[in-house]
């Protein structure tokens, strides 16, 4: 049995909200991933179900691998186009955020969500939310923000609104949310919300190919590259840096989501602890951190060097300096590991 895991008061006042609202807009942070996206999409297609006028608004475009998933081109990207984004946040009676905490994390976008009216809803599995929201749903002991809407939604009484389009978008979150439930998965209610999704007739393995197995040549030469050439191993700290430059990038010819996942691959190493991966995107630099067990919170990491945040095994941040900035910090950082 799944058990009513939110707070009623909360479910409650989220309830009024929603009746009371015709135009809601759902949006996610900053270089969306398939919880991001997943939650996004499954939680408008089942307002839209419930006959309201919902729309996603993403900070930037979606990676090419999680392109399926919008399958109807109805994702506003607001990098791209900020006018029709900027209007549907101007006049949406209620603004869901899902899947970061902090309104920074959605870049420009989030300074139009400030000016907005509307009531503001999150809904989120990272630590330390900020105070900015009327509903604030946060779990960090959750699998995954797809699954906390999935509450949401079964507290509310509203799983009836759940088609097979809502829970493949659910079931993709929830897939590369936990590396296809492999970690951040040991809860057995996770496999209850699977099995009612799985009840949808989704397509179960298509999903997983999807969005975990599929690359372009380009992407899989620029792995492979990256892991042969230029991963640095750091046996007495048990960690691994890979760094990729601009020019690197584009001998690829990178696409986003390209390197999706090859902060994981060092990992696999059973000597390395903390993994690294630096890219030079070309308006600043991007930071991803991944550790296993409990001596190294990248979380803390993240958030105190980089600007960032996340969990305490995954997490991620920005810079706007040199790529010998961040590796001036990175050994820095080392220095405090044992």
């Known amino acids: 049995m799944i058990k009513s895991i939110i707070n009623g008061k909360m479910i409650e006042k989220l309830r009024v909200l929603i009746d009371h609202a015709q135009h809601i807009v759902i949006t996610c942070h900053v270089s969306p991933d398939g919880d991001a996206v997943g939650s996004t999409m499954a939680l408008c297609q089942v307002l839209r179900n419930m006959g309201k006028d919902a729309h996603v608004v993403m900070p ?21 186009y900020q006018a029709r ?44 939310p ?47 949310d936990t590396g296809n439930l492999t970690y951040s998965s040991n809860d057995p209610e996770l496999y209850e919300i699977v099995a009612e999704l799985l009840r949808h007739n989704i397509d179960k393995e298509g999903i997983y190919n ?21 991963m640095q191993l750091y046996p007495e700290k048990h960690a691994a840096l890979i760094v990729l430059t601009q020019a690197e990038l584009q001998h690829y010819n990178y696409k986003k989501g390209d390197t999706e996942g090859l902060v994981n691959k060092p990992l696999a190493i059973p000597e390395v602890m ?10 600043k630099i991007k930071i991803s951190c991944r550790s296993q067990g409990d001596d190294i919170d990248v979380n803390v990491i993240c958030k105190t060097y980089y600007g960032g945040g996340g969990h305490k095994n995954a997490a991620g941040g920005d810079s706007h300096g040199t790529i010998d900035d961040v590796l001036d910090i990175y050994f820095k950082i080392l220095e405090t590991i044992k």
């Open 274 to 283: 903390f993994s690294t991966f630096v890219r030079e995107d070309k308006d």
């Open 130 to 176: 900020e105070d900015c929201f009327d509903v604030k749903i946060s779990h960090p002991e959750a699998s995954s923000t797809c699954e906390l809407v999935y509450r949401v939604l079964m507290q509310m009484g509203c799983t009836g609104y759940i088609d097979t389009q809502a829970a493949t978008f659910l079931f993709a979150g929830i897939t590369t």
């Open 85 to 128: 984004g900027s209007y549907l946040v101007r006049h949406a009676d209620l603004v869901f955020c899902l899947d970061f905490n902090v309104l920074r994390r959605i870049d420009e976008l989030g300074a139009v969500i400030e000016q907005s009216r509307a009531p503001r809803v999150l809904i989120d599995h990272h630590l330390d």
């Open 60 to 80: 930037d475009r979606l990676p090419r691998a999680l392109s399926f998933l919008d399958a109807q081109h109805d994702v506003v990207p607001y990098s791209k």
């Open 210 to 230: 999807k969005v975990m197995n599929t690359y372009s040549a380009d992407a899989l030469r620029l792995q492979g590259y990256a892991l042969d050439q230029k």
